[in-house]
Every structure is written in C-alpha cells, then in structure tokens.
C-alpha cells in the first residue's frame, strides 16, 4: 500500500511569484489560461476553444483538408497566419480584458463613433508591503511592462525585506474650492475672520451635498479660508482690464474626505451646492466653485533599499550602477529640461496602471506635475514656490547591523517617491466598465490608499529601471528590439513570423516599416515563384500546481536561448503542487512518481541527444529554432508521463485518453482517406493504432516506396481517415479531469491527481503552441497528429491474438535474397510499428522541420519525412531493445518481473527482441488490443519505495547474453532488416534537401547511443 505522499506547499507570496516565472515567454492564450487558473473566482471557468456547435474532426487543432492547401500553407505572407484560430472556423469564447462594447460607449461619450483599443499587460515581481501583487497595465509603448518587472523583480529578490514600503495619508481628502470676488481690500480682514468663525456651521451646511459620503464616515471634515496674492500681469496691445476691487484672492478650499472614490464629482458637487451660502454671508460675488486636482492630503510614499552590492547590473558593478542613479536623479533635480523627461518615465508606469483600472489619469498627471514644480510642500498655506522637480529621489546610507552576533555596516541603496495620487475604487466609470472588475481583482480588490500605494510602486520602479539602463547600456538595445516587434506587427507580418522580421531589422539595422514589407514581400514573391516554377508549395477554486524546466547552459555561453517551460495546470490534490527543474529535488516524492528515473539530468542530456539528429537543409533555416527545441521537450515531457501513468494505472490511463478523445468532435472522412469511418465515430486510440498500421503497411512493409509527385502532392491526407479541423480538441473541454471514478478505490490516488491535469496541460500547452507558432498548416497538423499516434501507442496493447493460419507474401531481405514469411511474423510485424511509434523519432523529425527555409516545406516533403521517421523509429527500437537486452533478461530472470505479451506497458517488461522470441517459441499470446491482467478496478495505489528498473539494475555486462542468444539475435536482425527501404528512402528526390553524412550516421549515432555497435559489428563479421 501507498503511504501518503507529502507534497511542498509554498507560501501563498512565494508561490505566487514562483508562478509567474517564465510568463513572458507564452503564447497568448496561454497566459489568459494561467490568469484564469491562478484566478479562479473572478474569471469563468476554463471552457473549450470551439463551440459545441461547430463540428470538431480529431483531438487536436486543424484539419488536414483545410490546412494543407498551398504555398499560402507557408504564412509568412501578411494577409495570414494561424495565431488567429477563428480565421480557422474556431468559436472562441472571448478573454472578458477586451475592447469596451460600442453600445456601452455611446452611452459614456457624445458623439461617440467607436472605441479605441489598448494592449493589457500585466507587471510582475511586485510584493508591497510584503503582499505579492500583479499589476496590469494599458499602454503601447515596448519596454515599459518588461523594465517595471524586472525592477520590481530586483527589489523583491535583494531588497531589504524584499519588498517596497509604502506610506499613504490618513485620510483621502480631497478639495474643492470657491472664489469670492468683488471683496474690497479694506473688507478681506473682516469677511476672513468671518468665514472661520462660522467654519463649523458652513461645514454642517457643505455636508448636506455629499450625504452619502458623509454617512459612510466621509464628508467635509474642514474648511480653510485662503488669501492669495495677485499677479501683475503684461498688458497686451488693445486688452481691455477690468477694474478689480481687491489686490487679493479670497477662497475657501473645502476639505472632503471622499473614502473610497476618487472625488472630483463630489468635490464639485460640495463646491457648488456651499457657495451661495458663502455668497450671502460675505456679500461678494462667486467666481469659480470647482475641485482642486492638487490634491496635497493624499501624498503617497513608497521605498525601498538595496545593498550596494546587490545593485550589479550587466557589467557593471552595484557601486557603478549606484553612483550612475544617483547622479542622474541629482541633475533632474537641477536641470528642469531633464526633470521634465525623468517624471515623465516615471508617468509611463503609473499612467498605464491608471488606464487598466479605470482611473482619472489626467488628474493623476496634472496633480503629479504641479507637485515637482511646488518643491516639498505639502499644505495649502504654503505658497507655490521652488522649480520643477525629480518625483523621486536616491542616496545611500550606511547602517550599523548585527551579522552573526558581529556589528557590521552595510550600504544600502534607497529609492523613494513621493508624490499627490488620487485614485478611487468606488463610483465613476468604474461599473461601467466590465473590464475594470477584471483589471482591479488581479490586484485584489484593494482600496483607494493600497490602489494609489500601488501606484507609487509602479511609478518608482519604472523609474528606477529607466535611469538604470540610462546610466549602463543605455536603452536603445532592449528598446528597439520590442520596438522593432511593433514595427514588424505594422508591416503586416503574421504572428508566427514576427519574430524572424525582427531579427532581419536588427541584425541590419534598419528597424522601419519599409525595411519590415521588403522583408515580407521578398518571401511572397519568393513563395510564388516557386509555385508557378514547379507547382509545389513552397474549475477549482484551489490555487494552480506549477510545473518549472530551465535547460542547463554552461557558464560562457549564450543563455537568450536558453529553453524554459512554466506550466501552470489544475490542482486536483489538497494542495498545489510545484515541481521546479533543476531547482527540485531528484529525491521529491512526487517528482519520483510522475518521472521515475527520468531526471533533470536525463532529460537535459536527452535534449543534447536530439539536437545531434537535427536534419539541417542546405539552405539557411529560420530564427525559430527555440520554438522547435521547446516543442520537442514539450513532446517528450507529454509521453514520459503518460508512460509513467501507464507503468502503474493501465486501465484508468487508457479510460483517460480515450475519454480525451471521445469528447472530440466527430471526425469527417476525406476522400483520400485510407480509413473509412463508420457513422462518423469520435476519433479513438484504435483509429490511431490503425492509422500507423496502415501507413508502416504501405510505405515499410511493401517491397517499393511511392512518395506523391511534385504536382499531386497538394495535400497530405490525414491516415487515421480524421480532417484536421483546429482545435475543438477533448483536451479543452471542461470536464475532462473529472476523475472521480478513476480514484475512488484507490487509496492515495496522488500519481493520477497530479499526472492527470500535468498531461492535460503539457498537450494544451503544446497544441497552442503549434498553433499560434507553427506557419506551415500541413506541418502544423502533422504534428498534432503525429502527436496522438505517440500517446496512443503508448497506452495500447498492441498485439492482437495470435492466428498462425495467418501468412503474408515474402519480403525483401537485404535487397536480394527472399525468405518465405514466418507465421509469427504476422503479429510481431503488426505489433512494430505501434510500439516503435513510442520512440517519436518522426516527431522529431517534424519538429526540425519548423526550422527549415519555409519556402521548402511541401506536402511531398512533409510525407517524406513521416515516412524516414517511420523507419528510424524501428531502427531505433531495435537498437533501444539490444542495448537494454541484457538488463531485461535479469530482470525477468532473478527479480520476478513479468514480459509483456501484448505490449503493453501496463502488463510488464516490453522489449521486441523478447516478445519475438516467444512469438517464434510459439508462446501465443491470449490477450486483446485493450485487456489486462487485472480487470478489475481494485487498490493497486503505487509506493513512493516502489523500485524501478534503474534501480535495480544499473548496469549489467550484455556480452554473455550476446554470446547465448548469437544465433537469434542474428535471426532477429536478418528478419527485421529494412535495408532496401532504406536505401529507397535515401535516394528519394526530398531526401536530397537534407545533409546526407547526417542522415547516413543517424542510424550509427543510436547504435553508439545505445552501446550495441560492437555487438552489431561482431554479430557481422561472424
């Protein structure tokens, strides 16, 4: 029995940081999934993509008929691109952080004719006060989003208590004032005196005009006469002056505490509503009766310290970087051209947070402008005085602290900003835009002080960020490449290919709109010659589990490529889950469960493997080489886990797959198809098992391989007989994790509670990605599906009764000889291709392909390529059964393990040498494509203590294996061989694309991978 497996819980601030690592790097879609994961209660819960009323073909995201048209396929033309899915036919249910609805805005405005959108992002890093909190910002300028996270990042990982401090004022006072004209000279003394010996009663009357503030504790809460003198001012030509009675202005500056609400309406209304009563007590006549945007009660401070040291940045050291701020906040301070720039970068940051949740930014402004040009006063009885000023200021201090029952001192750097924000979080235009529901409950929900402490936060990052790089590498590096990005956008260059515009920009330095077309028309132009030439196509409510990966890059080199995944995916346990490589310990419980052996080390070292057997072109491949990687970990992370699942829960890891695939809309047939679907039946796991029959069938096993001809290859039919129709795939639907019946008599269900929604989001993940990222629509959907033949062939049992009556017609061995067809072979030939399918090598083969010249991807081509991988894939199991041959054998020998005889993982050890013994033996196996051993579904809950192979057996000396079974493994080979399909493959007309010493030595580097090259060449001399 299992015992419980004890699963990490972070704290609620460290997790949430943690979450977001990486979130730069996703696709779009995913990070709105992610918010709707890490926010399960203020967005609808996670729906499928596609509506349940259009008609879905297959599990995945396109339709093979559909996507497979022509060069168009290649995208890279501006008028498409598959980062769109309703372009595809898709019904997507819309992110509700979206442009405000017409109706809605007509309503707002006069006059109103349209709307005008903004991208929302959101600032990472930030913990205030010691709460982590996202901010969202509205903004279309680059850089500023990314340069407010990576501040805040600084602060939260090497700040003092990593973390901003905040001060807000006691109270949210704002003023209103009226002016009293026509009040003689001789007169202000008097009507002054008068005004404040009736300040209670004037309040008590003011207070009648703002009741429902002053019933929630709010209100005018005092009244301060003013007396300000006025201004000579220059005469023009012709002006006509009016007489003035008094040299004086005389006002009364009404204080209203406005609670939550940002106050100008009810400033105004106070201002208005008192000013008759004003006008009578002092006979003078009422000028302006309007809210003040100073607002100089609500002063917001926020700070933080650093340690010198901690300040490096770049090259630079944290003594450089320091001494660089603080001089350039000492010139702002003494030069108003550059005061003027500096709070405007400041302003970037706060105006954007300003405008993602509804607030006046406008005042936010003025106010902040008025207060740089007033110097440090904070009251109204000071007059205006000083010049325009640095909002924020920096110095460093030193401190004495106790270190180690030691004294020491420690610099720090300090940054602060101090500054008026009025802001609310009632009232205004705040209900009446549903947006602002979203914007303000990524934050929490705060109040009006936490939202301007917020604010203040914003602003002093950004600054702090801008005048960093200002005083280092300067800002045109990172600045312009995100600009560049914007620029390639309004050329018109699909998502897929923005990133290879940008590159072309930057790296000939010519980042504008015509270098971007020249780029784009180029292409098309190119794309279309190419075709005339030669008719080719050139619900929980629980917080989100977190799965992390970081390639390891060697100190030296170039880490801007460096391959991350943060996967957040459903938490179906008590508490969330977080599995970090290579932070996390090989020895966590969980992390031992859903990946065995299969750690931080092998899968780095397996990465390293694949791009040994990367198939370059001989034409220069595209700036997207990090996509293709990160699919193929993606890929291969998907199928260790199903493996995993399948090593220990067989039947609910089969019921789970197909449960995937039952709630897939129903396929449609093409009419190339090889399959006939009967009555339009949802895509299966046998569908795809008999789609990779089929295929090895007709280009392996017959003697001739027929690849399309450059006219007819216009499309690459789907061989499960499913049209790829973009994604309506069962891996979004809602209640695919309903897993009740999977677990229930299970006593710790945890390997299926975490591996389960890990799977699901892996694929999700995956999908979107070949989506939104992947131009070439053929490509795209043989990558979907080559997806699921993997995943099905993994959860299949994949030899069928055994029927010696059964004989096929000779096959080519080596070319010449001819030997007549064992009974046997007739299963085993049906069980290969399934079971080398689970060593995806045409996976990665169509990974690679994302990366070549777009213009050389054809249909022709891309069944090329499904058809090497098909072959390697064998190649490479056999190899693979070989090298672990001596390992199974003991295993099977002295520890009691079973042999699978119907393939599947669930059933015991699965090695095709084995399994062709038994076959040859004549040990017919009984089972069915999908029976076990234990068919019913009692507690078979795994241990953590549970030994794997690995650790029984590192390593074992195969060569007495070799010895005994010489003359079988000889006879494997000979009636395994495909040597004449290889030799057919290689001299195809698409093969010649590729480097032909990498293809040769493809096959001898598994060999070496798998330590049975020797034994091969011995095995050949004898």
């Known amino acids: 029995m299992m015992t419980t497996v004890p699963i990490e819980v972070k704290s609620q601030t460290e997790q949430k940081v943690n979450i977001w690592s990486g979130f730069y790097k996703k696709a779009l879609k995913e990070r709105q999934n992610q918010l709707k994961l890490a926010f399960p209660n203020l967005f609808p819960p996670i729906s499928p993509l596609i509506s349940k009323t259009s008609f879905l073909n297959s599990p995945s995201l396109g339709s093979l008929s559909n996507l497979t048209e022509s060069a168009s396929d290649v995208s890279i033309n501006r008028n498409e691109s598959t980062s769109d899915l309703s372009s595809l036919g898709v019904h997507e249910e819309k992110f509700p952080i979206t442009s405000l609805d017409e109706h809605i805005a007509d309503n707002m405005i006069e006059n109103c004719v349209g709307t005008l959108g903004l991208p929302v992002g959101v600032a990472l890093n930030f913990n205030i006060d010691n709460k982590s909190i996202i901010v969202p910002m509205a903004i279309e300028e680059p850089s500023v989003v990314a340069a407010v996270s990576g501040a805040a990042k600084t602060v939260s990982q090497f700040g003092k208590g990593k973390t901003f401090f905040t001060k807000t004022s006691e109270r949210n006072i704002t003023f209103a004032q009226v002016v009293i004209l026509d009040i003689p000279d001789d007169k202000l003394d008097e009507n002054e005196k008068k005004l404040n010996d009736m300040k209670n009663e004037i309040i008590i009357f003011a207070n009648q005009y703002c009741q429902n503030m002053y019933s929630r504790g709010g209100g005018v809460v005092n009244m301060v006469v003013r007396r300000i003198k006025k201004n000579e001012r220059k005469v023009r030509p012709n002006q006509v002056v009016f007489d003035s009675q008094s040299s004086e202005w005389l006002v009364c500056h009404f204080h209203i505490d406005v609670c939550d609400a940002m106050g100008a309406n009810c400033a105004s209304t106070v201002a208005e509503g008192v000013a008759p009563f004003l006008a009578d007590l002092t006979n003078g006549r009422i000028g302006l009766r309007i809210v003040s945007n100073l607002c100089t009660e609500r002063i917001v401070t926020a700070s933080f310290k650093i340690p010198v040291e901690k300040m490096k940045y770049k090259k630079f050291t944290g003594e450089q970087v320091s001494r660089g701020i603080i001089e350039a906040y000492e010139f702002a301070e003494d030069d108003v051209y550059r005061a003027t720039t500096h709070n405007k970068g400041i302003l970037n940051g706060i105006d954007a947070v300003a405008l993602a949740t509804g607030q006046d930014w406008r005042a936010i402004e003025a106010a902040a402008h008025a207060y740089a040009a007033s110097g440090s006063s904070e009251t109204v009885n000071e007059p205006v005085k000083g010049h325009y000023k640095s909002l924020t200021s920096y110095w460093i201090e030193e401190i004495e602290e106790e270190i180690n029952n030691e004294k020491v001192k420690q610099r720090y750097f300090c940054g602060e900003i101090k500054m008026p924000i009025a802001v609310g979080t009632k009232g205004g235009v705040l209900k009446t835009n549903p947006v602002y529901h979203y914007t303000l409950g990524l934050m929490g929900n705060p109040d009006s002080k936490a939202l301007s402490a917020i604010f203040a936060c914003v602003g002093l990052a950004q600054n702090f960020a801008a005048v960093r790089a200002l005083t280092t590498e300067g800002i045109q590096r990172g600045h312009m490449s995100l600009h560049a990005r914007n620029i390639a956008i309004a050329a018109g260059a699909p998502s897929h290919a923005i990133a290879e515009v940008t590159d072309y920009m930057v790296a000939c330095n010519r980042i504008n709109l015509n270098a971007a077309k020249e780029y784009l028309l180029a292409h098309e132009l190119h794309s279309t010659l190419r075709k005339h030439l030669d008719g080719t196509d050139p619900q929980s409510s629980k917080p989100p589990s977190m799965f992390y990966f ?269 030997v007549q067809e064992q009974p046997y072979l007739n299963s085993f030939n049906r069980f290969v291709p399934i079971y080398s399918k689970r060593f995806q090598v045409t996976m990665i083969l169509l990974c690679n392909a994302i990366s070549f010249d777009p213009t050389l991807i054809n249909s022709r081509r891309i069944k090329f390529l499904l058809t090497l991988g098909s072959y390697l894939e064998w190649e490479l199991a056999k190899d693979h059964d070989l090298g672990r041959l001596g390992r199974d054998l003991m295993l099977i020998q002295n520890y009691n393990k079973k042999v699978s005889h119907d393939g599947s993982i669930g059933n015991g050890i699965t090695n095709s040498f084995i399994i062709w013994k038994e076959m040859r033996e004549k040990t017919n196996p009984k089972q069915n494509m999908f029976h076990f051993e234990d068919d019913e579904d009692t507690d078979d809950s795994i241990s953590v203590s549970t030994p794997s192979i690995s650790n029984i057996v590192e390593s074992v000396d195969n060569e007495s294996y070799y010895q005994r079974y010489n003359d079988e493994i000889k006879q494997y080979l000979l009636e395994t061989d495909h040597s004449e399909i290889k030799s057919q493959l290689f001299n195809t007309e698409s093969c010649l694309l590729f480097s032909k010493d990498v293809l040769e030595n493809t096959i001898e580097e598994y060999q070496k991978y798998y330590n049975v090259k020797n034994l091969l060449n011995n095995l050949n001399t004898n």
């Open 550 to 818: 970081e390639e390891y890059i060697p100190e030296g080199e170039d880490k801007n490529n460096r391959i991350t995944l943060n996967i957040a995916f459903q938490t179906l346990t008590d508490q969330p889950t977080n599995i970090e490589y290579p932070t996390g310990s090989n020895d966590d419980p969980v992390s031992q469960l859903l990946f065995g052996n299969k750690d931080y080390t092998w899968i780095t070292s397996m990465l390293n493997v694949l791009d040994k057997f990367q198939f370059n072109t001989a034409s220069q491949g595209r700036a997207n080489l990090v996509l293709a990687k990160k699919l193929k970990l993606l890929s291969m992370l998907i199928n260790i886990i199903t493996t995993r699942l399948m090593t220990y829960y067989p039947k609910q890891t089969v019921r789970f797959i197909e449960r995937i695939f039952r709630h897939s809309k129903r396929p449609k047939s093409t009419s190339t198809s090889s399959v006939k679907t009967k009555n339009q039946q949802p895509p299966s796991i046998e569908k795809y098992l008999l789609s990779i029959q089929i295929f090895a069938n007709q280009h392996l096993q017959n003697q001739n391989i027929h690849l399309p001809g450059p006219i007819s290859a216009h499309s690459v039919p789907s061989s499960s007989g499913l049209s790829w129709s973009v994604p309506d795939t069962g891996i979004f639907r809602k209640n695919i994790l309903d897993i009740a019946d999977d677990v229930k008599n299970l006593s710790d269900p945890t390997l299926i509670q975490v591996g389960f929604p890990l799977l699901l989001a892996l694929w999700q993940v995956f999908e979107l990605r070949v989506v939104q990222w992947v131009g070439h629509s053929s490509l795209s959907s043989s990558l979907l599906e080559e997806q699921r033949k993997v995943i099905s062939s993994i959860v299949s049992s994949p030899i069928p009764p055994y029927k010696p009556s059964e004989v096929r017609p000779p096959i080519i061995i080596n070319g010449n000889s001819k």
